[in-house]
T-cell receptor, first 114, second 114 residues
Framework: AQSVTQLGSHVSVSEGALVLLRCNYSSSVPPYLFWYVQYPNQGLQLLLKYTTGATLVKGINGFEAEFKKSETSFHLTKPSAHMSDAAEYFCAVSDWRAGNQFYFGTGTSLTVIP | NAGVMQNPRHLVRRRGQEARLRCSPMKGHSHVYWYRQLPEEGLKFMVYLQKENIIDESGMPKERFSAEFPKEGPSILRIQQVVRGDSAAYFC????????????FGPGTRLTVL
């Protein structure tokens, strides 16, 4: 069975500082991993995904994530935070070969301090 | 290509009434998924449907909830005799057949039960 743990339900960073949002997963098969962003009262927007191939994945808005199988992690980073990055971020894992449902973490709320 | 459409965006019901939530998948997508997001929580899988078939309903409450995806028209999530605990955001996602794990999310329907 798949599951996702996001450490830190709230993260605050200064504008221009490094953003690091943590995600650890549990999966009985090679996982597919995703990061989504949710702005207030809106739906989920895909930031980036890992399916196969290169373990460092680049996404939109300057975000990237690295799949580390040995650590079962898929942490999201951005070198320099912008005020517009303030939102809720969700990590998700999927085993689409077993039915395609996504398992989401509980989310991390990112606050950017001016 | 229009994205996943959900309506209504906001729905208010009194306890005991019925709620019907609609989801129109992206053009060419024949797979639909429903997720529920309770306040301060991540998204939880409810049901996975293909045209005229329920593939996986392991996340659906056993009573009062039902879903369908008819040959023509949108997918419907139906909640009978709503209770306050049903208040949540309900998200629909769609994916094309057989092309991998990515799901595209709609903007959600926010249900409030008074």
């Amino acid at each position: 069975a798949q599951s996702v743990t996001q450490l830190g339900s709230h993260v605050s960073v200064s504008e221009g500082a490094l953003v690091l949002l943590r995600c650890n997963y549990s999966s009985s098969v090679p996982p597919y991993l995703f990061w989504y962003v949710q702005y207030p009262n809106q739906g989920l927007q895909l930031l980036l995904k890992y399916t196969t191939g290169a373990t460092l994945v680049k996404g939109i808005n300057g975000f990237e994530a690295e799949f580390k199988k040995s650590e079962t992690s898929f942490h999201l980073t951005k070198p320099s935070a912008h005020m517009s990055d303030a939102a809720e971020y969700f990590c998700a894992v999927s085993d689409w070969r077993a039915g395609n449902q996504f398992y989401f973490g509980t989310g991390t709320s990112l606050t950017v301090i001016p | 290509n229009a994205g996943v459409m959900q309506n209504p965006r906001h729905l208010v019901r009194r306890r005991g009434q019925e709620a019907r939530l609609r989801c129109s998948p992206m053009k060419g997508h024949s797979h639909v998924y429903w997720y529920r997001q309770l306040p301060e929580e991540g998204l939880k899988f409810m049901v996975y449907l293909q045209k005229e078939n329920i593939i996986d309903e392991s996340g659906m409450p056993k009573e009062r909830f039902s879903a369908e995806f008819p040959k023509e028209g949108p997918s419907i999530l139906r909640i009978q005799q709503v209770v306050r605990g049903d208040s949540a955001a309900y998200f629909c996602a769609s994916s094309p057949p057989g092309t991998g794990p990515e799901q595209f999310f709609g903007p959600g329907t926010r249900l409030t039960v008074l």
